[in-house]
């Protein structure tokens, strides 16, 4: 069973920049992705980013602006976010992938005023 742990969310102005980190209660082996998902209010659920070591996806909408990190000796993964914009507005998901199993974090809030 993997566990995950969000932090970093919060309020900030257009413009602004947030880091948010996920630490892992296990190493996770670096081919299998981690990354983040979000969920702005009355949307599906829809991927951010995530990282392996054979591949690194990011959603066009953040290219440029969110940068995504990952440090297996420490399980951690961060997510840079900077110039964010009101429509980043979203709880963030940590997620991990071992196999066919997806585990997830409880989420963190990220609202960013105009």
């Known amino acids: 069973q993997v566990q995950l742990v969000e932090s970093g969310g919060g309020l900030v102005q257009s413009g602004g920049s947030l880091r948010l980190s996920c630490v892992a209660n296990?190493?996770?082996?670096?081919?299998?992705?981690m990354g983040w998902y979000r969920q702005a209010p009355g949307k599906q659920r829809e991927l951010v980013a995530t990282?392996?070591?054979?591949?690194?996806n990011i959603t066009d909408s953040v290219k440029g602006r969110f940068f995504i990190s990952r440090d297996d000796a420490r399980k951690t993964v961060g997510l840079q976010m900077n110039g964010l914009e009101p429509e980043d507005t979203a709880v963030y998901y940590c997620?991990?992938?071992?196999?066919?199993?997806?585990?997830w974090g409880q989420g963190t809030r990220v609202t960013v005023s105009s």
């Open positions: 997620n991990a992938r071992v196999g066919e199993t997806s585990f």
């Open positions: 296990r190493m996770i082996l670096d081919i299998w992705p």
């Open positions: 990282i392996s070591s054979l591949i690194t």
